[in-house]
């Protein structure tokens, strides 16, 4: 079973692009979730979706991230335009359900703003 | 505001040492209490996790100990390897309800 898949693993970007991160969840899983992890730190998470629902994006900064996830499958992060402190590894994950089963990570995408 | 507080935030142990890494939460509302793997280059991966009606589990090497009343649980790693250097991450949640949110991070390194 492929886990979960993200794209690009690696991008690097001037301070005021685009960047548009892709996310393809385990198949069947309805919960996916978008964490960004800076440098030496834990995970924070930025997005949940259940299906093609949001329902936690209190942590989004909304002047300059966007998610969508159409047809509750896959999803898009995008950060417009970027800042040096968006410099981070961008985790999706997801879960079956968000009824407590376990979560699982993709591999991350690593952005740095220069 | 942290909600969940994770020390030392680096560890060294000899081949065979145990270990221990703690955590602290605020929020009584949590309810499951995962611990999360992370090799240099990966995404974290789920090791153990417990809920609060038990006080300690145990699976393979690895045991969380959870103690309800101080509000703090700890992953123990026993007979640890060297193939088990790698940053550690507790988490909280709250079933159905809250994400997980996760502590600092420990970063092991089992010398050999």
């Known amino acids: 079973e492929a886990g979960v898949v993200q794209s690009p693993r690696y991008k690097i970007i001037e301070k005021k692009q685009p960047v548009a991160f892709w996310c393809n969840p385990i198949s069947g899983h309805n919960t996916l979730y978008w964490y960004r992890q800076n440098l030496g730190q834990g995970p924070e998470l930025l997005i949940r979706?259940?299906?093609?629902?949001?329902?936690?994006d209190s942590q989004l900064p909304k002047d300059r991230f966007s998610a969508e996830r159409l047809k509750g499958v896959d999803s898009t992060l995008k950060i417009q335009p970027a800042e040096l402190g968006d410099s981070a590894v961008y985790l999706c994950a997801s879960s079956l359900d968000s009824s407590g089963n376990t979560i699982y990570f993709g591999e991350g995408s690593w952005l740095t703003v220069v | 505001q942290q909600q969940v507080k994770q020390s030392p935030q680096s560890l060294i142990v000899q081949k065979g040492g145990i270990p221990i890494i703690n955590c602290a939460y605020e929020n009584t509302a949590f309810d499951y209490f995962p611990w999360y793997q992370q090799f240099p280059g990966k995404g974290p991966a789920l090791l153990i996790a417990i809920r609060p009606d038990v006080s300690e589990k145990k699976e393979g090497r690895f045991t969380i100990s959870f103690n309800k009343s101080a509000k703090q649980f700890s992953l123990h790693i026993m007979d640890s390897q060297p193939g088990d250097s790698a940053t550690y991450f507790c988490?909280?949640?709250?079933?159905?309800?809250?994400?997980?949110?996760f502590g600092s991070g420990t970063r092991l390194q089992v010398q050999p």
């Open positions: 988490a909280a949640s709250i079933t159905g309800r809250r994400a997980l949110t």
């Open positions: 979706y259940e299906n093609e629902e949001a329902v936690d």
